[in-house]
């Protein structure tokens, strides 16, 4: 990977992770713009290091919540935010079943499969526009909403499938408020990154032999950097029911992946 192309990849990343529009899908379109013939496991690597980038992002963006939710965590103190916690960690079950029992499935689906990814996009766009139909949306997050939101993060693990776009939009559509919505996804995925970030270091040798690790933090940078700008301005394009734009975009983008693929 070279450095231009990790410096593309990482402003993507970045960009798309927070966009409802899935990081994953375009980094793999973009990997075969480029032409890159990495194995699927490199591959996925390469995804996850930048993912991390951005799960990075998060925790800045969000520093003092995530400081906050720690404080009660060690008090264990009934309080709104050990619910919250509490609330994030089941949300976090149905990726840890897929992740351990599926991985090798997945790392498949990660080289240069451009029909799934139009097609996983599609799905995307009518999410994001059922959503920004939801007018009313003042229901508390319990404990039934967070488990479903884990649901649908699990199934976005899929290339194309916006993993923000999916959870805000089903919590949206739960009748969540919008902004506590992106709170929680945001919040969500951040054990989740860094999970799979710990699982694929125990793995690095055997898949870095033909990767520049030099690139890969260059990629790992870009993104951290366009993804804290890209964290703020998606939390106020839902508080401001701006989805249904991201949606025209995914059927655009995902029409023209299906088409390339053919």
């Keep these: 990977m070279s450095l231009f192309e990790s410096l593309i990849l990482g402003i993507i ?4 992770e927070f966009l409802p529009v899935s990081s994953s899908g375009h980094l793999e379109i973009f990997k075969e713009i ?29 520093r003092k919540d995530i400081g906050f939710i720690f404080k009660e965590l060690l008090r264990f103190e009934k309080s709104e935010s050990l619910y919250f916690a509490l609330k994030i960690i089941l949300s976090m079950i149905p990726a840890v079943i897929v992740g351990l029992f599926f991985e090798d499935f997945i790392a498949s689906l990660f080289d240069e499969n451009l029909l799934l990814v139009g097609f996983m996009l599609l799905i995307t766009a009518f999410l994001l526009f059922q959503a920004d139909r939801i007018s009313k949306n003042n229901k508390p997050l319990n404990y039934r909403s967070a488990l479903l939101i884990g649901v649908i993060q699990a199934i976005a693990i899929l290339p194309g499938i916006s993993r923000s776009g999916a ?30 970030m710990v699982n694929r270091l125990l793995k690095i040798d055997s898949v870095t032999q033909s990767l520049d690790l030099f690139s890969l933090l260059v990629g ?11 964290c703020k301005w998606m939390i106020a394009l839902v508080k401001k029911s701006q989805l249904k734009y991201f949606s025209f975009y995914c059927i655009v983008v995902g029409v023209i992946a299906i088409v390339y693929a053919f």
């Design 13 to 16: 990343q970045g960009l798309t």
């Design 34 to 62: 480029f032409g890159s013939d990495y194995q699927p496991k490199e591959s996925l690597l390469i995804t996850i290091t930048l993912h991390a980038a951005t799960a990075m992002s998060t925790l800045f963006y969000f």
């Design 167 to 196: 959870t805000i939009a089903l919590a949206v559509l739960l009748g969540i408020d919008r902004e506590r919505a992106a709170r929680f996804s945001f919040l969500m995925v951040i054990p989740l990154i860094f999970g799979s």
């Design 220 to 230: 790992f940078i870009t993104a951290f950097i366009t993804g804290i700008f890209a």
